[in-house]
Structures are given as C-alpha cells and as structure tokens.
C-alpha cells in the first residue's frame, strides 16, 4: 500500500464517516423536534466520532537506534528536513527524545518531561538554532549533574519533512533512542536508557539502525546488537518485516576503499550472524541529504551551502570542450544530490512499511467501526419500519419477549465475566512465577559473582579457607512460568502460542552479563591491594575470611563499597528489564488471546438477540459485530506507565529511592566495621543485603505487574460488555419510543413510514460507498 493509496483510502473514509455523522445528527434533530430524544442512537454517533478521532491522531512510531558517532542525529535531522537535533563527539543522547509532526504554521517546541510531573517544561519555542543550542545546554546539563530532576524524555515538536504532504500521518513521530555506549556515559541512569530502547522495540512500527560505514564492526555496534538479540530471536524473526539497517556516511568512501555493495554483502553476512534474519540495508549519506534538501526548499544557511560546496559539489562537475571543469550552482544539483544521498528511498521504504501494516489496520479498524455505526442505524430504521407496520398488540408482545431475553443475555454475559476472571488470576500467576524466577537467577548470579572473589582469595593464600565458585547455584537456561490451564481456555484460538511463553527465561541469568565482566575484575581495579599477597605490608589481608576484606582506612572502605554497587545495581536492574520485556511480550500475546475469546463468547450472545429480534419483526438485522479496534486496544507497556504514575503520586514515600527499577532501587548499603587498625566488609553479609533488596524490588514489580494485567484484562471485558449493553439499549429506547408513537401518531403512520423509508434510501448511498471502500482495501491487505 504505497503512501498515495494510503493518504486517499484515509480522507475517503474520513470524509464518508464525517458526511454519515452529519446525517446521523440530521436524522437525531429531526426526531427530537416530533419529541423522541434518540437515546438509542447516542452509542451510534459515539462509535463515528470514535473512529474519526482515531483516523486524526493515531499515532505512528519509528525508533531510530544507534552507537556514538554513527551520525544518528545528521540521519535524523535529514529526515526532519532541518538541522534541530545537535551533533557532537560525546554522546547526545541521554533519554529518550521524541521529534513529533506538526503543521508548517505552528511553532516549534522543546518540551522535557520530568518524572511524577503531569506537564511537561517548555525549554524552548521558535526556530530549530535556538531549539538545537538549548537543547544541547540542557543535555549537558543533565549528564553534568546527574539528573536531579528526574527528567525522563524530551519531546521537539516540529514539521517533519518526510511527511508534510501526508495529513493522514499527522501522528508520524521519530524516537530518537541512546544507543549502547552512551548507555554507559556518566552518572545518567543507564538502565532506563536499555528500557527506552527494549520499550521501542516492542511498541514502534519501525526500526532503523543507523551503522557508521567506517566502522560498523566496532565493539560498540556489537554490544548493541548483543543487547537487542540476545533471548529475542523469534521475536526478531516475526518482526523483521519493520527492521532496516541504515548504513551511513558512505560519502566517506575513498578510491582504497572497497565498493559499497560489497560492504553491504559483508554487512548482511555479519547481522545474520548476530540472529537478523535476512536484514535490509540501505546505504545513505546523511550530511549530503540534509544539505540537498535545505538547499532545494531554500533554507539553507551560507555556512550550509559552503558545507555542501566543499563536500559534495565536486562529485557533479563536468568538462568543456576545452577540458575545464565546471562545477555546478548548488541550487543545480541538489535534487539529484539528494536523491544521491538514499534518503528519499529509506523514507519511501518507512512511510510504506507504516501504511501498509499499522496504517493499514487504523483504517480497517475505522471503517469497521464507521461501519457498524451504519448498519446499527439501518437496524433502527427497519425496526421501526416493521414496528409501524405490526399489529400493536403482537407488537407489544414481541418487546415484552425481548426484554425477558435481554435480561438472560446479561445473565449470560456474566457467567462470561466469571471466567474472565478466573483466567485473569492465572496470568497473574504466570507473570508472578517470572518474577520468582528473576529473584531466583539474580541472587545466584550475585552469590557467584561473591564465591570468584572468595575462590581468588583463597588461592592465593595458603592459610586461608578454601572456597570453589558454584556455577550450579546459577539458575537453569530452561526454567520457564508455567501457564497452567490457560492453555485449555485459549487452545482454539492460536494452537501452540504457550509452545514458547515464558520459555528460556533462565537464559537472561548467567556467568558474565557482559562477556569479561565481573565484580572480580571491578574489584581489581579500583581496589586492587585486597588481592595483593605478595607484599609483607599487606598482612591485613593474610590469615582472614576469604569472604571478608579488611582495607587500612574508611576511604578504601567507601571505595570498595561504591564499586559493589556500580557493578550489582545496573547488573541486578538490567537482569529485571530482560525479565519484564519478555513477560510483557508474552502477556501482551496471551492477553489478545484471551480479549478475542471475550469477544467471541460476547458475540454468540449477541447473535442470539439479533436472530431473534430478525425473526419477531420479520426483518433482516446485521450482525453487531463486537468490537476490539488497535486504536483502542492499549498495550501493556502504556499500562505500566500509567500505574507507574499512580503508584508514585498516591505512595509518595516511595518516590525516587524506591521508584520501579529506579538507579537508587538496588543502591545496598555496604557495611563495614571499624576494627581500630583496620576496616572489615563481610561479603557474606553484602550478599544478604542485596538478596534483601532484590526482594523489596520483586515486592513492588509483583503489585505494579499484577495491577496492570487485571486492569487490562477488566477494560477488554467492560469494553466487550458495553457493546452488547448499548446493543440491547438501544433497541429497547426504540421500542419504548415506538410504543409511544403508536399510541399518539397512529393516524400519521404512512407519513412515518414514508419518512422512515427515505432516510433509509438515503442511507443506502453511504452503505454502498462503505462496501466500495471494503472492496478497495481489501485489495491493499498486507
């Protein structure tokens, strides 16, 4: 579905539903002026409004990913079509930043959000140089400090280029994620970073991961790819349909250089052994796109076009016939320059990846729902056609069996409430055993990484204790949560979706998170005379505990404690995300599994009223479909947010130390004695500190976790319930109406039914505009 098909598919039904709303609103006045209120018809004009406002404001994500100094903000500032996003040697990207679409006439905005703040900061208003010079103030800021105002994401709102053609993608933002090593930069909470980027790799439509062309084999890129890999194979595998690979800054080719197809080859060789399947790549020069498209609208600076004379301007030049070269005026080249540039083609690509999955299902999902709002109304007008033309009394008799089966089909729906409630508890269950398993495999990692310390002690002096690390003590790759009898209640909707769920979460748990990483070696560094046996001075260390250091002063004390926790914190955090990106995904799975069992079970009891009342008043009703829209269907991680929020404003005593994976949630206190000649740490009591607070944490996740699935799971069923309620609503507020007229307006029934008749003809018209718009994009179905 390229982006034309889409922008026309969207006005057409936008312009159908709006045109049907206006009719609706006609037909709703019309009977009020006769005296009935048309409560009936109040659900129906919700559902068109609903569907309108989706098709206004759906939002569309692409998460751009990337290691220091592989041009990522250059890329995005050249889709962006200006130069907003700043770009320096040392890492810029510190929290997530969202660079959201606007119309050309609005002004542009910075906006920092801040944790347990409802409204966001205004940094910053007017053109992209002041945006981009405080933008970066406040970046270094933060990084300087260490974030003492909890800022959480940054958001620029400003026309995106890319797009400005395309109103049906008025919600189309960039989310610009830090990449690996400027996870590691400073005192900024390194964690929350990997949580912005595990977050984006759920929840956007698209991914680019923008790869420096001189050094795309770096440990950098590997430690990214090692990170979004790693326990998530299957899920890259089922989304590898929305991941590209921007290989960028190309034009840094020289003539030793080897060919860029060739790289690219090499390139594909390498992601597909890292676990992408086959990867999509494209080659870009950022810079020369950027350049290109400032100078084609005219807005480039005299810097700008000085930049793209010296860079770019020579690869275009031309001969005389005397041999001379000329070089072409910028403003000559620059369309061509920035069709050089890959830009165009990697925007083509997302915008068409957009439309034709998440794009293409906001559609579907609306026109179903303008949809439904139609046949409803046509529900009601052959209702109360065959209602005028019925005997009253057999008429009365008809309403009267109507509402004794309404009565049993609320019955019915909550017996269907009784089992929801019964498979809620069961995902809770699962989610809690993830957490179990989190506490279990986190404690035996730290244990272990406490024993090596031991074991190296022991070793190394004679007279001490010998001590041999357990690797048996780290939790096993196969341990998985156990689903129970969910199986059975969604095993004919998707067969063998439990096969992986909840499966390989031992494999987040193992020695050496991070290849050669270990507390040891921290140790080693910072403190490295506590291994130190071979001077006669150090006797401290001799004849003792090999679980217990004992250091000279208080300093070497604090020292030592400060290293545990720089090691343990981001280690145990780290370990946590890993465990709650696989539970969301896998709960995500199971919750629509179990939201489509809903509405099928809601939905025969729907059918059973629609059969009957077809049959009473010999008329042919629709089907009312039941109803779970993508635009209304919110996700899990959406959720955690949300409770998140609640949590910190009605808890205020939890606040930062004791936030969800906060950086201060794992800080332990190590404690150490004052032994007068020296300073002891008992590392077996550093162990049950952390276990202590590993508890605390696995406490609150389990309460956050569980809040979370019972909220969604009750929203999934209110939402199932209220369609059916407003289904046997609204046909009992026509009946009421209906009885009503028969009693006052029978001498005007040929004029009611005459009226009746024409509305519906009129109606017609919209219902096979509708079934065109069906029959178009179903042809466009991905």
């Not at 395309?166 to 990997?194: H, I, M, Y």
């Not at 069923?717 to 009946?735: L, V």
């Not at 009693?743 to 079934?771: A, P």
Request: aromatic share 8%.
């Amino acid at each position: 579905m390229s982006s034309e098909q889409f922008q026309a598919a969207h006005s057409n039904i936008y312009n159908l539903g709006t045109h049907l709303l206006q009719y609706l609103q006609e037909i709703r006045q019309s009977r009020l002026s006769e005296g009935d209120d048309t409560k009936g018809l109040q659900s129906v004009e919700n559902d068109i409004t609903t569907a309108l406002t989706a098709l206004e404001k759906q939002k569309y994500q692409v998460a751009v990913i990337a290691a220091m100094k592989a041009g990522k903000s250059t890329f995005l500032n050249s889709i962006i079509g200006v130069d907003v996003l700043a770009s320096e040697t040392a890492a810029c990207t510190i929290c997530r930043t969202d660079v959201l679409h606007i119309p050309a006439d609005q002004v542009p905005r910075l906006l920092e959000y801040r944790q347990g703040e409802r409204k966001p900061v205004v940094i910053a208003e007017g053109d992209e140089g002041e945006i981009q010079q405080k933008f970066l103030v406040r970046t270094r800021e933060i990084r300087e400090t260490g974030n003492p105002d909890n800022t959480i994401r940054f958001e620029i709102e400003h026309p995106i280029e890319a797009i400005s053609g395309l109103s049906s993608l008025a919600g189309f933002t960039l989310v610009d994620t830090p990449g690996p090593n400027e996870w590691e930069s400073a005192q900024f909470n390194t964690v929350a970073l990997k949580q912005t980027a595990l977050e984006a790799l759920r929840t956007c439509n698209a991914i680019l991961f923008v790869l420096n062309y001189a050094s795309y084999k770096d440990n950098a890129v590997a430690e990214l790819f090692k990170d979004v890999v790693e326990n998530r194979k299957e899920i890259l595998e089922s989304e590898k349909g929305k991941i590209y690979f921007i290989l960028n800054k190309v034009d840094q080719k020289t003539e030793r250089d080897r060919e860029i197809e060739e790289v690219i080859q090499d390139l594909q060789r390498e992601l597909s052994d890292f676990g992408f399947p086959n990867p999509i790549i494209y080659p870009a020069s950022s810079r020369q796109g950027l350049l290109a498209k400032l100078i084609k609208q005219e807005k480039a600076t005299d810097s700008q076009i000085k930049d793209f004379k010296k860079f770019f301007s020579a690869r275009y030049a031309t001969e005389d016939e005397e041999g001379n070269q000329i070089i072409p005026a910028p403003r000559k080249i620059a369309g061509q320059a920035l069709i050089d540039s890959g830009i165009p083609t990697i925007q083509e690509t997302v915008i068409e990846t957009i439309t034709k999955n998440a794009g293409w299902n906001l559609l579907n999902d609306a026109l179903a729902k303008i949809d439904k709002a139609a046949k409803s109304l046509e529900d009601t007008l052959n209702t109360k056609i065959s209602g005028w033309e019925m005997d009253v009394t057999a008429l009365k008799q008809k309403i009267e069996e109507y509402r004794k089966r309404s009565y049993n089909a609320k019955i019915k729906v909550e017996d269907v409430k009784k089992s929801v409630d019964r498979q809620k508890q069961i995902l809770v269950r699962g989610f809690s055993q993830g957490i179990d398993i989190f506490a279990e495999g986190t404690k035996a990692e730290i244990q272990y990484q406490i024993d090596q310390i031991a074991q190296s002690k022991s070793t190394k002096f004679s007279g001490a204790k010998q001590v041999k690390a357990n690797t048996s003590r780290v939790i096993k790759s196969d341990k998985n949560v156990d689903w129970g009898d969910i199986s059975d209640v969604i095993a004919d909707f998707g067969g063998g979706i439990l096969d992986f769920f909840g499966k390989g979460l031992g494999n987040i748990f193992r020695v050496g998170v991070k290849g050669s990483t270990s507390l040891i070696k921290s140790l080693s560094k910072s403190a490295p005379e506590i291994f130190d046996f071979s001077d006669d001075s150090n006797e401290i260390q001799t004849n003792s505990d090999p679980y217990v250091i004992k250091v000279k002063n208080k300093k070497d004390a604090q020292n030592i404690s400060k290293t545990i926790n720089e090691f343990c914190s981001p280690l145990i955090q780290s370990f946590w995300l890993d465990t709650q990106d696989r539970l969301v995904r896998d709960g995500t799975n199971i919750r629509e599994k179990l939201a489509l069992k809903i509405q099928n079970d809601i939905q025969q009891i729907s059918n059973e009223l629609s059969d009957y009342l077809g049959e009473a008043l010999q008329v042919e009703l629709n089907v009312n479909p039941i109803q779970f829209p993508i635009f209304e269907f919110k996700g899990i991680d959406a959720n955690i947010r949300q409770q998140q929020e609640i949590f910190k404003r009605t808890k205020q005593e939890l606040k930062t130390e004791k936030n969800c994976c906060s950086s201060k949630s794992y800080y332990v206190p190590v404690e150490y004695e004052d032994k007068q000649e020296f300073y002891e740490i008992d590392l077996r009591n550093t162990a049950q500190l952390i276990d202590l607070k590993i508890d605390e944490q696995v406490s609150r996740n389990r309460e956050l976790l569980q809040r979370v699935i019972e909220k969604q799971i009750a929203e999934d069923f209110r939402r199932a319930e209220q369609q059916i309620n407003d289904y046997i609503k609204k046909f009992q507020d026509d009946f009421n109406i209906l009885l009503k007229e028969r009693e006052t307006k029978e001498v005007e029934s040929d004029k009611i039914i005459n009226t009746l008749n024409l509305q519906k003809e009129k109606l017609n018209e919209y219902l096979q505009e509708l079934k065109s718009i069906r029959q178009s994009l179903n042809t466009w179905k991905p």
